[in-house]
């Protein structure tokens, strides 16, 4: 068990992944209360994927009967850059400027995963990153990779929280870590004072006022309420700009993939507003602003009143 909780560890360092953690598969029954009382207020907005999904989403056996350990595993997205090395007024959200995580992790993730099937015929496992039904913050706090935040990101100590989370699923027992149980935001509450549309309370967002689910997840034009996008076409990063644990504790990636694109750097307001459908597919090819589709990109930057 050691020396297969060892290689595994080597391995995913070898990779490229900055952190990972194990931690045993149990039922989750407090974070599946916090999931539900979360829908039950209808923070998830138009997210009707994550109310489909609570049963799997708040109990991992559901997803995966077998699960007896779950690796956590971070990647640092931080290219060292920031809204202000940005030409244009618009701001883009740093974890989109470069390739799509989703395939970046997912790739790594499985040559992990057979990796370990190599080790032994019985072993069965499943990689998860992001659009799965499992609470990846949480696993990665149980592992030890660090604690959700009052903006409910999970922060590490090494590299703050620009980090992409996956986990991969497995039949076998392994060592475990040590979860992470300290709750290093202490008395702050940088981020819910600087959020511009109060979509923070202390551990939750109403992602109906997040800026962030806003540009991406909602779908159609904006109604009153909705429409404060404070100069952001993708994204948001307001809550973990202004996070001291960020400011004092990022460090740049070694993974070029995530590095902005030229154009994300270059391209003045005017280009923006500019934008048509030809330049979208070129640009976002093989990019996670896909999501948004051209026509929720071209909202988003409409819905924003830049001057030039
Ligand atoms: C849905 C979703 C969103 C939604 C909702 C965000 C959210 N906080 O849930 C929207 C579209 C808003 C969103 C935005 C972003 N997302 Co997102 N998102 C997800 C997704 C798919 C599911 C998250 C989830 O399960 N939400 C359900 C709620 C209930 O979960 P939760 O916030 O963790 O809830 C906990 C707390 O609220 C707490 N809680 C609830 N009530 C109470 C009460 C008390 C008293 C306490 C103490 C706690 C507490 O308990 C819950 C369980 O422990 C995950 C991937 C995944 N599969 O996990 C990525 C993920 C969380 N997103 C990610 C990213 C990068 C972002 C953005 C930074 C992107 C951007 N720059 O625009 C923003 C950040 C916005 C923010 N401040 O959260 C990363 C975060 C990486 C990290 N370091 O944590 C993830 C993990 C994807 C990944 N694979 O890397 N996202
Ligand atoms: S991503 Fe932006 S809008 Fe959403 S909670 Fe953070 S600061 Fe607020
Ligand atoms: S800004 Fe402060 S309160 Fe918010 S997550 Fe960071 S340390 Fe915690």
New binding site residues.
């Given amino acids: 068990m050691r020396n297969l909780t060892s290689k595994i560890k080597e391995k995913a360092f070898e990779l490229g992944f900055n952190k990972v953690g194990i931690t045993k598969a149990e039922f989750t029954e407090k ?1 599946k209360q ?2 539900d ?2 829908l039950s207020k209808n923070y998830h907005a138009s ?1 009707d994927w ?1 109310e489909k999904r609570k049963e799997e ?1 708040g109990n991992i056996f559901k997803y995966f009967p077998e699960a007896v350990s779950l690796v956590a595993l971070a990647m640092n997205y931080n290219s060292g850059k920031g809204q202000n090395d940005l030409r244009s007024n618009y701001k883009f ?1 740093n ?1 989109a400027w470069g390739e799509d995580y989703h395939k970046i992790l997912k790739n790594h993730l499985n040559e992990l995963l057979n990796f370990i099937q190599t080790q032994s015929t019985d072993i069965k496992g499943l990689a998860c ?2 659009t ?1 039904p ?5 696993w990665a706090q149980k592992a030890g990779l660090g604690w ?1 935040g009052k ?4 922060i590490t100590r090494d590299y703050g ?1 620009w ?4 986990i991969i699923i497995l039949n076998q027992p392994l060592e475990y870590d040590q979860a992470f149980t300290e709750d290093l935001c202490g008395s702050c509450t940088a981020c819910i004072d600087a959020c511009p549309t109060d979509a ?1 309370t202390s ?3 109403n ?1 109906n006022k ?1 800026i ?2 806003r540009t ?2 909602h779908r159609g034009s904006f109604n009153d309420y909705e429409n404060e996008l404070d100069g952001w076409i993708y ?3 307001i ?2 700009e202004v996070c001291p644990w960020n400011i004092k504790f990022s460090q740049i990636t070694t993974e070029k993939s995530f590095l902005p694109k030229n154009e994300i750097i270059e391209w003045t307001d005017d280009q923006w507003k500019k934008l048509n459908k030809e330049k979208y597919d070129k640009l976002f090819n093989g990019s996670s602003v896909k999501r948004t589709k051209f026509e929720g990109l071209k909202r988003n930057i409409n819905q924003n009143s830049i001057d030039t």
């Fill in positions: 974070e916090n999931l009382k979360w997210m994550i989403r959200s974890y990153v992001d799965s499992v609470m990846e913050k949480v959700q903006h409910t990101n999970l929280s980090v992409f989370l996956g923070i551990y939750q967002i992602s997040c962030s689910y991406i997840e994204g948001c990063d809550c973990q």
